[in-house]
């Protein structure tokens, strides 16, 4: 699964960004979608995620501020960030989880095992 992300830039502190992640046509009956952020001198950690059922997960650091969703149809992810603060820099990737189940989409981090290149989002006060 090839997957491309869009949508990053720069933002003030308090504004929004609508990131994109366009995923190739696949066949697994089952999936989890994940976004993730590198911050310079950081490891990756988890954003949010989406099950192929719909289910939504989020980190503790954007509930409340972030949504993902997909659209199928189009074979794309997103990932709304609203209420942006500048801890939110970072490179953001998006994740396939071929098979992945809404109970281990936030947790089986090794399930992903297609990533997109990354792009960046930079938020200034």
């Known amino acids: 699964v090839q997957l491309v992300e869009s949508g990053g830039g720069s933002v003030q502190s308090g504004g929004s960004l609508r990131l994109s992640c366009s995923y190739s046509?696949?066949?697994?009956?089952?999936?989890?979608m994940g976004w993730f952020r590198q911050a310079p001198g950081k490891g990756r950690e988890g954003v949010a995620y989406i099950a192929s059922d719909g289910v939504a997960s989020y980190a503790d650091s954007v509930k409340g501020r972030f949504g993902i969703s997909e659209d199928a149809a189009k074979n794309t992810v997103y990932l709304q960030m609203n209420s942006l603060k500048p801890e939110d820099t970072a490179i953001y990737y998006c994740?396939?989880?071929?098979?992945?189940?809404?109970?281990?989409?936030?947790?089986?981090?090794?399930?992903?095992?297609?990533w997109g290149q990354g792009i960046q989002v930079t938020v200034s006060t």
């Open positions: 046509n696949h066949t697994y009956y089952a999936y989890c």
């Open positions: 994740a396939f989880y071929p098979y992945g189940t809404e109970r281990y989409c936030a947790t089986a981090i090794y399930g992903y095992t297609f």
